[in-house]
């Protein structure tokens, strides 16, 4: 229908024809800027994608499990904090929490790259809690093992790091921009207006967020590095009322496990975690992998199946350093006659008819802290975990009683040892607890070859201190897996035999 | 509707269409296009928001017990994203740590969901209960053993109150709304965008309506002169006739033990069910009961019933799975007979004994009357449903109850109000006067759960028998025997 207007404008010789002509150059301008546009931003901010290694070995250690989806920190904002709140570390930059760089690397070992939302932002994968350096003496070149504990890295330190500097005065868009631009970062008008204040303001509300849920760290004595209070946070996950959980579950803090050889234990269906509260691999790595920051909806299922494929024979490294052969052939007649019954008949073959199963707490006796952490409650909740996802949803976990015997594959890089990490060499763990250290330090990288473990009386090497463990504090009592069964009434010169024959696994 | 009969309706209509005047062709363009839209929004509002879904068939007729939909959800259900999220929102709002789990619910480990709640896509999977979750009784024969559930039993741990008050105390929280719920929701799933935004703009919305509509029903219960229910307890008489016959308050208070409801086929003819004998039969009983869940009946939900009572009525009582002395049981035979058969293995079994005769505590058999009989037996012949009915005459006292499975039934007393079988047998005065109710841990020395101690205090809820409706005095039966033949008496009562 035409109205008046129209009418009139159409009767102009030329006049509705013109304005049509300009309307419609208009009309296409418009559409061209708005497309323009809109292709910006879909190339700034679309898009999700990770950094690719092709190489297993990289993709281990560098590459990406979806977690920054979710949790990921900006990259240069990763890069400018330690400068930004140096005084909240306890020396130089991520290296003094124990983090781990390779000659030439931007990003220690465990932290990925994904570039979401327009930005590459990190966060961590397997590799940082699972792999660590060794060094011969304090003079050698400290050699990268994967899939060996992470005897270095402090996680609670980690943590409370971004917690305090987030929370700092300090962390404002204005600051951070500078402390980007001062290490080399480029910022665009874009980042600097729109990007870094909204991604401060955000990892803000974040860390809120998960300090208020992991806020019964602060209720925990130092885990010290290589250890973590696992299931406690797998209770955070679900919100519980973490100020009214009883004391005696807030001491769960354990060692971080090898992670080798997954198949024989998968084949076997053992009771896998230090209490054997699962027998699923697959479940226990999805579980695992919260604390990589993925959630059911961000995970990168594909990139955790490369992972969770090559470790199923991934194979602990050899003892590197002499072996005494003859004593090490004694020390295999003790192992069989006192360990292979659970511990398996040797580093490689995991038969034996205890073998990753649960035994009883009553019978072990070593420190309760870690199984009383996990409950029946929290297991029943975790039926719930990849939930809408049926088949990852987790059907496995069960609350146990004791401690589950652990095939011992590459044992010498698992010091130190039972699942709280309370006796530092597997000399001192065939010793009755009353004769084990009481107190040690905790986070070397030098071998002790004499006693098997990691040397344990250096509190510190340059800047660097090392944690002191003691065994008094809950949870990290020492007692336990002693006793006639267990080796530590033996005479001496078997004991130095077993340790001998055990560098073999 | 198949393609070619879509075809054939519209094709004549666009036929029409196209042979009309211009103008009023293009009305009827519009219209048909606006006829169109109404349809497929049609369509598609059924699709997110009716559509049913039937439940997966189960294993064996015991799953169904533990998970069968009896359709509650159409009414009554919780959205699935909703219900999961809001004990990590609200943990406040819950007894305890441990989520849903610190309400005492039967929760079989690898299961997503507790024993008692149901999941079942209408429009949109969402989530209900069944008899299961109040008849589910938790057992742990020592500290370091989990669980062991056996449905169709008391459930004795159970928080009823508390989840009720849980699911009001979020929706009042002002925190229960769509950005929210939301946040939490797109950690645990990725739920397809169309669903997410009617989650955020009708499905959150109206649930939270729904539940605060729903407090001002519950408004009874919460006088803060009464105690609450306690675990495995329920005021049965007060939901029906404030809940589902929307009486007027009178003031009575009648919280009573969730029964056992196994081995039905007990009940024969001439004996009354309930505590205090107000429905004539099982049927009666799973109707009103099951009513109370499912608010409205659904087109199967006598077949429901049909299957519920068959399954019930030949399901046995559980065996007593610790050791038992059975020499020390064979005399306890004896002074059982003596001294108990004559109501509980007898003639006088499953009929009413006055309450002036038994002398417990009055509070359960006041909080109902012959006129809330009548009144239930209307509302529940309105809605079509079948059953002989409750008993519409003014009720004396208490059933003398049978006692298979008693093992399992502590605490006793219709109430709840004695620890174990031997508190039972102890002088009324001389009962404890304050435990702990809901902790799963057996007591094989005194049959019953352990009502005292530390874990008992943590997990449980403190019970004191001071407290309104409380009270343990009367059944003063067998508290004069010499204490060889009380514990002869209890041996032989395990093997019940």
Same mark, same amino acid.
């Given at each position: 229908?035409?109205?008046?207007?129209?009418?009139?404008?159409?009767?102009?010789?030329?006049?509705?024809?013109?304005?049509?002509?300009?309307?419609?150059?208009?009309?296409?301008?418009?559409?061209?800027?708005?497309?323009?546009?809109?292709?910006?931003?879909?190339?700034?901010?679309?898009?999700?994608?990770?950094?690719?290694?092709?190489?297993?070995?990289?993709?281990?250690?560098?590459?990406?499990?979806?977690?920054?989806?979710?949790?990921?920190? *900006?990259?240069?904002?990763?890069?400018?904090?330690?400068?930004?709140?140096?005084?909240?570390?306890?020396?130089?930059?991520?290296?003094?929490?124990?983090?781990?760089?390779?000659?030439?690397?931007?990003?220690?070992?465990?932290?990925?790259?994904?570039?979401?939302?327009?930005?590459?932002?990190?966060?961590?994968?397997?590799?940082?809690?699972?792999?660590?350096?060794?060094?011969?003496?304090?003079?050698?070149?400290?050699?990268?093992?994967?899939?060996?504990?992470?005897?270095?890295?402090?996680?609670?330190?980690?943590?409370?790091?971004?917690?305090?500097?987030?929370?700092?005065?300090?962390?404002?868009?204005?600051?951070?921009?500078?402390?980007?631009?001062?290490?080399?970062?480029?910022?665009?008008?874009?980042?600097?207006?729109?990007?870094?204040?909204?991604?401060?303001?955000?990892?803000?509300?974040?860390?809120?967020?998960?300090?208020?849920?992991?806020?019964?760290?602060?209720?925990?004595?130092?885990?010290?590095?290589?250890?973590?209070?696992?299931?406690?946070?797998?209770?955070?996950?679900?919100?519980?009322?973490?100020?009214?959980?009883?004391?005696? $579950?807030?001491?769960?803090?354990?060692?971080?496990?090898?992670?080798?050889?997954?198949?024989?234990?998968?084949?076997?269906?053992?009771?896998?975690?230090?209490?054997?509260?699962?027998?699923?691999?697959?479940?226990?790595?999805?579980?695992?992998?919260?604390?990589?920051?993925?959630?059911?909806?961000?995970?990168?299922?594909?990139?955790?199946?490369?992972?969770?494929?090559?470790?199923?024979?991934?194979?602990?490294?050899?003892?590197?350093?002499?072996?005494?052969?003859?004593?090490?052939?004694?020390?295999?007649?003790? &192992?069989?006659?006192?360990?292979?019954?659970?511990?398996?008949?040797?580093?490689?073959?995991?038969?034996?008819?205890?073998?990753?199963?649960?035994?009883?707490?009553?019978?072990?006796?070593?420190?309760?802290?870690?199984?009383?952490?996990?409950?029946?409650?929290?297991?029943?909740?975790?039926?719930?975990?990849?939930?809408?996802?049926?088949?990852?949803?987790?059907?496995?976990?069960?609350?146990?009683?004791?401690?589950?015997?652990?095939?011992?594959?590459?044992?010498?890089?698992?010091?130190?040892?039972?699942?709280?990490?309370?006796?530092?060499?597997?000399?001192?763990?065939?010793?009755?607890?009353?004769?084990?250290?009481?107190?040690?330090?905790?986070?070397?990288?030098?071998?002790?070859?004499?006693?098997?473990?990691?040397?344990?009386?250096?509190?510190?090497?340059?800047?660097?201190?090392?944690?002191?463990?003691?065994?008094?504090?809950?949870?990290?009592?020492?007692?336990?897996?002693?006793?006639?069964?267990?080796?530590?009434?033996?005479?001496?010169?078997?004991?130095?035999?077993?340790?001998?024959?055990?560098?073999?696994? | 509707?198949?393609?070619?009969?879509?075809?054939?309706?519209?094709?004549?209509?666009?036929?029409?269409?196209?042979?009309?005047?211009?103008?009023?062709?293009?009305?009827?363009?519009?219209?048909?296009?606006?006829?169109?839209?109404?349809?497929?929004?049609?369509?598609?509002?059924?699709?997110?928001?009716?559509?049913?879904?039937?439940?997966?068939?189960?294993?064996?007729?015991?799953?169904?017990?533990?998970?069968?939909?009896?359709?509650?959800?159409?009414?009554?259900?919780?959205?699935?994203?909703?219900?999961?999220?809001?004990?990590?929102?609200?943990?406040? &709002?819950?007894?305890?740590?441990?989520?849903?789990?610190?309400?005492?619910?039967?929760? $079989?480990?690898?299961?997503?969901?507790?024993?008692?709640?149901?999941?079942?896509?209408?429009?949109? *999977?969402?989530?209900?209960?069944?008899?299961?979750?109040?008849?589910?009784?938790?057992?742990?024969?020592?500290?370091?053993?989990?669980?062991?559930?056996?449905?169709?039993?008391?459930?004795?741990?159970?928080?009823?109150?508390?989840?009720?008050?849980?699911?009001?105390?979020?929706?009042?929280?002002?925190?229960?709304?769509?950005?929210?719920?939301?946040?939490?929701?797109?950690?645990?799933?990725?739920?397809?965008?169309?669903?997410?935004?009617?989650?955020?703009?009708?499905?959150?919305?109206?649930?939270?309506?729904?539940?605060?509509?729903?407090?001002?029903?519950?408004?009874?219960?919460?006088?803060? $002169?009464?105690?609450?229910?306690?675990?495995?307890?329920?005021?049965?008489?007060?939901?029906?006739?404030?809940?589902?016959?929307?009486?007027?308050?009178?003031?009575?208070?009648?919280?009573?033990?969730?029964?056992?409801?196994?081995?039905?086929?007990?009940?024969?003819?001439?004996?009354?069910?309930?505590?205090?004998?107000?429905?004539?039969?099982?049927?009666?009983?799973?109707?009103?009961?099951?009513?109370?869940?499912?608010?409205?009946?659904?087109?199967?939900?006598?077949?429901?019933?049909?299957?519920?009572?068959?399954?019930?009525?030949?399901?046995? *009582?559980?065996?007593?799975?610790?050791?038992?002395?059975?020499?020390?049981?064979?005399?306890?035979?004896?002074?059982?007979?003596?001294?108990?058969?004559?109501?509980?293995?007898?003639?006088?079994?499953?009929?009413?004994?006055?309450?002036?005769?038994?002398?417990?505590?009055?509070?359960?058999?006041?909080?109902?009357?012959?006129?809330?009989?009548?009144?239930?037996?209307?509302?529940?012949?309105?809605?079509?449903?079948?059953?002989?009915?409750?008993?519409?005459?003014?009720?004396?006292?208490?059933?003398?109850?049978?006692?298979?499975?008693?093992?399992?039934?502590?605490?006793?007393?219709?109430?709840?109000?004695?620890?174990?079988?031997?508190?039972?047998?102890?002088?009324?005065?001389?009962?404890?006067?304050?435990?702990?109710?809901?902790?799963?841990?057996?007591?094989?020395?005194?049959?019953?759960?352990?009502?005292?101690?530390? $874990?008992?205090?943590?997990?449980?809820?403190?019970?004191? #028998?001071?407290?309104?409706?409380?009270?343990?005095?009367?059944?003063?039966?067998? #508290?004069?025997?010499?204490?060889?033949?009380?514990?002869?008496?209890?041996?032989?009562?395990?093997?019940?």
């Amino acid at each position: 229908m035409e109205t008046d207007a129209e009418r009139e404008l159409s009767s102009f010789p030329g006049g509705r024809g013109v304005l049509r002509g300009w309307c419609r150059k208009l009309a296409v301008l418009l559409t061209l800027l708005l497309a323009a546009v809109a292709i910006y931003l879909w190339a700034r901010f679309g898009g999700d994608r990770p950094v690719v290694h092709e190489d297993i070995a990289e993709h281990f250690k560098y590459g990406s499990l979806g977690g920054e989806r979710e949790s990921g920190f *900006p990259y240069w904002i990763w890069q400018a904090l330690p400068s930004l709140c140096a005084d909240k570390l306890p020396g130089e930059g991520y290296r003094s929490l124990g983090l781990l760089y390779e000659k030439d690397k931007d990003l220690p070992v465990g932290v990925s790259k994904r570039r979401v939302l327009g930005m590459d932002r990190v966060f961590l994968n397997c590799a940082v809690c699972h792999t660590n350096t060794v060094r011969e003496t304090p003079q050698s070149e400290p050699e990268l093992l994967l899939g060996m504990p992470a005897n270095r890295f402090d996680v609670m330190g980690f943590q409370n790091f971004f917690f305090d500097c987030a929370q700092d005065s300090r962390f404002t868009p204005k600051r951070v921009i500078a402390e980007i631009e001062r290490i080399g970062g480029e910022v665009d008008a874009i980042d600097r207006y729109v990007v870094y204040p909204l991604a401060v303001f955000l990892m803000q509300d974040r860390i809120r967020m998960l300090k208020a849920r992991f806020a019964f760290a602060e209720r925990e004595a130092a885990w010290g590095p290589g250890r973590v209070d696992t299931f406690n946070f797998a209770k955070a996950i679900f919100n519980f009322q973490m100020d009214r959980i009883p004391d005696k $579950e807030l001491a769960g803090a354990s060692d971080f496990p090898s992670i080798w050889l997954q198949r024989p234990r998968k084949d076997a269906q053992m009771q896998l975690h230090w209490d054997g509260n699962n027998v699923k691999v697959e479940e226990r790595n999805l579980s695992a992998a919260f604390g990589a920051g993925t959630t059911p909806p961000t995970i990168d299922h594909a990139a955790l199946g490369r992972i969770e494929e090559w470790l199923l024979d991934l194979a602990p490294p050899s003892y590197p350093f002499a072996i005494d052969q003859e004593r090490a052939g004694r020390g295999a007649q003790v &192992y069989a006659a006192y360990c292979a019954g659970c511990h398996g008949a040797s580093g490689r073959d995991f038969k034996g008819e205890r073998v990753g199963q649960v035994t009883p707490i009553e019978l072990i006796r070593t420190d309760r802290g870690r199984l009383d952490s996990y409950t029946y409650e929290l297991a029943a909740n975790q039926g719930q975990l990849y939930t809408g996802y049926e088949q990852y949803r987790f059907k496995n976990f069960r609350k146990t009683h004791g401690y589950a015997n652990a095939p011992l594959d590459g044992i010498w890089l698992r010091a130190p040892y039972l699942h709280n990490g309370s006796v530092p060499t597997l000399r001192d763990l065939l010793e009755p607890a009353a004769r084990r250290p009481k107190q040690f330090h905790r986070g070397y990288d030098v071998y002790d070859q004499a006693k098997v473990g990691f040397v344990s009386d250096v509190p510190a090497e340059g800047e660097r201190r090392y944690f002191l463990y003691d065994t008094r504090v809950a949870g990290n009592g020492n007692g336990g897996h002693e006793g006639k069964l267990y080796g530590t009434e033996l005479p001496p010169a078997d004991k130095d035999a077993l340790v001998e024959y055990m560098k073999t696994f | 509707m198949s393609g070619r009969v879509v075809q054939q309706r519209y094709g004549g209509v666009m036929e029409a269409v196209l042979t009309q005047p211009r103008k009023k062709r293009k009305l009827l363009l519009w219209l048909a296009v606006l006829v169109v839209l109404g349809i497929l929004g049609g369509i598609f509002a059924w699709y997110k928001f009716f559509r049913e879904v039937p439940q997966d068939p189960f294993d064996s007729p015991h799953e169904r017990f533990k998970y069968g939909s009896l359709g509650g959800e159409n009414e009554a259900g919780i959205p699935y994203w909703i219900f999961i999220v809001l004990p990590r929102l609200f943990p406040e &709002y819950l007894p305890g740590p441990g989520g849903y789990a610190s309400l005492g619910v039967a929760w $079989e480990q690898g299961m997503e969901l507790p024993i008692g709640f149901t999941r079942k896509t209408v429009g949109f *999977p969402r989530v209900s209960n069944n008899c299961a979750v109040c008849h589910t009784a938790a057992y742990r024969g020592n500290e370091t053993e989990n669980p062991t559930f056996v449905p169709t039993g008391p459930g004795h741990t159970m928080d009823v109150q508390g989840y009720f008050r849980f699911l009001t105390r979020c929706a009042k929280d002002p925190r229960f709304n769509g950005p929210n719920l939301m946040r939490e929701i797109e950690l645990v799933y990725d739920l397809p965008w169309i669903d997410a935004l009617l989650y955020r703009f009708v499905i959150i919305p109206v649930v939270k309506k729904r539940l605060l509509e729903q407090e001002q029903l519950f408004a009874w219960m919460e006088h803060p $002169e009464l105690p609450g229910w306690s675990r495995g307890r329920d005021d049965p008489m007060n939901l029906t006739k404030y809940f589902m016959l929307r009486m007027p308050e009178d003031g009575t208070f009648g919280p009573a033990d969730m029964p056992s409801i196994w081995n039905l086929n007990k009940y024969t003819q001439g004996m009354t069910m309930n505590w205090d004998g107000a429905s004539y039969d099982p049927r009666t009983v799973l109707t009103d009961s099951a009513l109370g869940i499912v608010v409205e009946p659904q087109d199967d939900f006598e077949e429901h019933m049909q299957w519920l009572e068959d399954y019930l009525r030949n399901l046995p *009582p559980p065996k007593y799975p610790f050791p038992v002395d059975e020499k020390l049981a064979a005399a306890g035979l004896a002074v059982f007979e003596r001294n108990c058969a004559g109501c509980h293995a007898s003639e006088r079994t499953g009929k009413p004994v006055p309450v002036q005769e038994v002398g417990t505590d009055r509070n359960r058999l006041e909080s109902w009357n012959k006129e809330a009989a009548i009144a239930a037996n209307k509302t529940v012949n309105r809605l079509g449903v079948k059953r002989t009915g409750m008993v519409e005459e003014t009720l004396i006292g208490y059933i003398a109850v049978h006692l298979d499975g008693v093992w399992l039934r502590a605490p006793y007393l219709h109430n709840g109000s004695v620890p174990t079988l031997r508190a039972m047998l102890t002088p009324p005065t001389q009962r404890p006067k304050v435990f702990y109710r809901g902790y799963d841990l057996y007591d094989k020395a005194d049959v019953g759960f352990v009502a005292q101690g530390a $874990e008992a205090e943590r997990l449980g809820v403190r019970f004191d #028998t001071t407290q309104r409706a409380n009270g343990n005095q009367g059944h003063d039966y067998g #508290t004069a025997l010499s204490p060889a033949e009380k514990n002869a008496l209890i041996e032989f009562l395990k093997t019940m």
